[in-house]
């Protein structure tokens, strides 16, 4: 029983460990920092550790894998204690007693994920509560760790390999932070916390969020003249333009403005679709960065986005893409469309089509995103369950959301309120 008893209390401690090790190589020493006032002494010890990474990690590796081997035996042995009682023959025992020891083993590497998965999502809360235990074990461990790192690095170096150990990269979230506070503390060459933001959410965005959707786009028919073309071209503000034959739905190529400028000298020698380039199509899921690239190898300035059905969804210019890191870019035939922001009646006028984040990001809302849509107006076809009617009125995320126009098929404009009482979060107005 007492064999069981610290077979059970060294796996904890391994747990205990394990949780450590994952807490402390993942939190920043920005967010240690940020505790110094609640927990002095606790932080103290964490920045000591984390100072020096290769003999903290060493520690507690070192003691986890220790009480992971005293487990195992203590198992060993409980199990050959209950063998013996029972009268198993002293070669079956023994072999009994190996198995134990090494399921013991197999089951606490097993367990060691749990640990390791609480500790990552949340490794600032772990990390101080089990600054004591590890602060004790780096301690005590320290000389023979130190120890061991140079023997280990003496072996190395005669036989001309280069340093036992790299320390890991800090996380991308610390590296994050860190650039944001130098972004507004604004000093010289500093970069803007736009511009930070974007680089770092670049990577997680789909060609469906950054694309123009399909209602927005404007195409030039197959069988459209040359002088036709040009003029929707010059009309729209655009270089390029889809080409469809019949609907938006059958994309034959794309059409360049300087392809048909040079040939308009002789209109009637001219067949749209034999200065048509093909088009490069993506699916509405490629990550933005894999999109970039292709869009570089292919020399392509635009792909079509469509959907798993193959259907049209709409486009991505390069111009889309840099907009995502480094903000709106505006030229003389963009139309004005300015940020949504609130008006002396504390009001907003905002086109259901704006993007939920925009909208939070401008006006400092909370509206959710995460319910798949994207848009404002996405959002309030799913708290309707339906196409709101013009006067529907919606409070979410303490404001208040009046369909101000629509059409047969979406929302067009939302006036956007601070809720000035408290219904639920998400309700619709009787």
Not at 193 to 210: C, D, I, N, Q, Y
Not at 352 to 360: D, G, I, K, S, Y
Request: proline fraction near 7%; hydrophobic fraction near 45%.
């Amino acid at each position: 029983m007492l064999e069981l008893l610290a077979a059970g209390a060294a796996l904890a401690g391994r747990a205990l460990l394990q949780a450590a090790d994952t807490g402390l190589l993942a939190v920043g020493e920005d967010d240690l920092r940020g505790e110094e006032h609640h927990y002095p002494l606790r932080t103290r010890w964490l920045l000591e550790l984390k100072r020096e990474p290769e003999s903290t990690a060493a520690a507690l590796r070192g003691a986890s894998s220790a009480l992971l081997a005293f487990a195992a035996v203590a198992c060993a042995i409980v199990v050959g204690d209950i063998l013996f009682r029972a009268g198993v023959h002293s070669n079956s025992r023994s072999t009994l007693q190996l198995l134990a020891g090494l399921l013991a083993g197999a089951i606490a590497l097993i367990i060691d994920l749990a640990p390791r998965s609480l500790a990552s999502a949340r490794p600032l809360a772990w990390s101080l509560a089990l600054a004591g235990p590890a602060y004790f074990v780096c301690v005590v461990l320290r000389i023979p760790v130190r120890l061991l790192l140079k023997l280990f690095d003496a072996l190395l170096l005669r036989r001309g390999a280069t340093a036992r150990y790299t320390p890991p990269p800090p996380p991308l979230q610390e590296i994050e932070k860190i650039l944001s506070e130098e972004a507004r503390g604004g000093g010289p060459g500093a970069p803007s916390p736009e511009l930070v933001h974007g680089l770092f959410s670049f990577a997680e965005r789909t060609a469906k969020e950054v694309m123009v959707p399909r209602t927005r786009v404007v195409g030039v028919p197959i069988d459209a003249t040359p002088q036709q073309a040009i003029d929707l071209l010059a009309e729209e503000g655009h270089t390029r333009m889809p080409v469809y034959d019949g609907d938006l739905d059958h994309i034959k190529g794309v059409l360049h403005a300087k392809d048909v400028i040079p040939l308009l000298a002789h209109p009637e020698l001219i067949v749209l679709q034999d200065v048509v380039r093909p088009a490069l199509f993506v699916p509405w899921t490629k990550p933005v960065g894999e999109l970039l690239r292709e869009m570089q190898q292919k020399r392509s300035l635009i792909a079509l986005v469509v959907d798993e059905y193959g259907g049209f969804s709409g486009i991505v210019t390069l111009e889309d893409i840099l907009e995502e890191i480094v903000g709106e870019i505006r030229d003389e035939h963009d139309k004005e469309g300015p940020a949504p922001q609130f008006g002396p009646d504390g009001t907003a006028l905002v086109r259901a089509e704006t993007r939920v984040e925009e909208v939070n990001h401008a006006l400092g809302a909370k509206l959710p995103s995460d319910g798949g849509f994207e848009t404002l107006g996405g959002l309030l076809n799913s708290t309707a369950g339906a196409i709101p009617q013009a006067g529907d009125r919606f409070y979410i995320g303490g404001l208040e959301l009046t369909v101000v126009q629509r059409d047969d098929r979406r929302v067009r404009m939302v006036r956007v309120a601070r809720s000035k009482s408290s219904p639920p979060s998400a309700s619709r107005a009787s």
